[in-house]
C-alpha cells in the first residue's frame, strides 16, 4: 500500500468517494457537481487543505482531506482530518491506520504543525474504536455548528 498526497487527475474517485461516504454515514444523497467543485477547489487553492491517497495496485482505495486551524494557544497550526472514505473490501485492514500514520508523521516533523483533530457521528462506535486504538482520544469539547442549508 502507498500513501501519497492526491492529485488533481484523481478528483473524480474523491467525488465518488465523497458521495458514497455521505449516503453510507448519513443517507444524505450529495449534489455531484457541487461535490466536484468543491474537491476541485482544494486542489485549486491549497490554502483550503491537502487530500491524501492510499494505493495498492495502482488503485486508489481510500482517502482523507486535511484542513487548516490556527492555533493562537499553541502558535501553530492543528491538522483537521476530514472526509475519510475506505472502500468496503478495503476496510478493517489497516488502510485507514497508513493514512493516519502518514499524517502524524507529517504533523512529527514541522514545528509548526501541533497536532491532529477529527470529528465523527457519535453513532459510529467502529470509527471511534479504530481512532482511539491509534492513540485519539475522544476531546472534552462539544461540538456546535450551524450550517446553511
Same mark, same amino acid.
Given at each position: 500500500?502507498?500513501?501519497?498526497?492526491?492529485?488533481?487527475?484523481?478528483?473524480?474517485?474523491?467525488?465518488?468517494?465523497?458521495?458514497?461516504?455521505?449516503?453510507?454515514?448519513?443517507?444524505?444523497?450529495?449534489?455531484?457537481?457541487?461535490?466536484?467543485? @468543491?474537491?476541485?477547489?482544494?486542489?485549486?487553492?491549497?490554502?483550503?487543505?491537502?487530500?491524501?491517497?492510499?494505493?495498492?495496485?495502482?488503485?486508489?482505495?481510500?482517502?482523507?482531506?486535511?484542513?487548516?486551524?490556527?492555533?493562537?494557544?499553541?502558535? @501553530?497550526?492543528?491538522?483537521?482530518?476530514?472526509?475519510?472514505?475506505?472502500?468496503?473490501?478495503?476496510?478493517?485492514?489497516?488502510?485507514?491506520?497508513?493514512?493516519?500514520?502518514?499524517?502524524?508523521?507529517?504533523?512529527?516533523?514541522?514545528?509548526?504543525?501541533? @497536532?491532529?483533530?477529527?470529528?465523527?457521528?457519535?453513532?459510529?462506535?467502529?470509527?471511534?474504536?479504530?481512532?482511539?486504538?491509534?492513540?485519539?482520544?475522544?476531546?472534552?469539547?462539544?461540538?456546535?455548528?450551524?450550517?446553511?442549508?
Amino acid at each position: 500500500m502507498i500513501v501519497r498526497e492526491a492529485i488533481p487527475e484523481e478528483a473524480p474517485q474523491l467525488v465518488k468517494f465523497q458521495v458514497a461516504m455521505a449516503l453510507e454515514t448519513e443517507n444524505l444523497i450529495l449534489d455531484r457537481e457541487t461535490v466536484t467543485q @468543491g474537491v476541485m477547489a482544494v486542489f485549486l487553492d491549497s490554502a483550503r487543505g491537502n487530500y491524501f491517497i492510499a494505493e495498492e495496485n495502482g488503485q486508489v482505495i481510500a482517502s482523507l482531506l486535511t484542513t487548516f486551524e490556527w492555533s493562537d494557544w499553541r502558535n @501553530g497550526t492543528v491538522l483537521w482530518i476530514q472526509s475519510v472514505y475506505v472502500l468496503p473490501e478495503f476496510r478493517r485492514k489497516g488502510t485507514y491506520r497508513a493514512l493516519y500514520t502518514h499524517i502524524k508523521a507529517i504533523v512529527e516533523r514541522d514545528h509548526q504543525l501541533k @497536532g491532529i483533530r477529527l470529528y465523527a457521528d457519535k453513532t459510529n462506535t467502529a470509527a471511534g474504536q479504530v481512532y482511539e486504538k491509534l492513540g485519539m482520544t475522544a476531546d472534552h469539547y462539544q461540538l456546535f455548528e450551524w450550517l446553511k442549508l
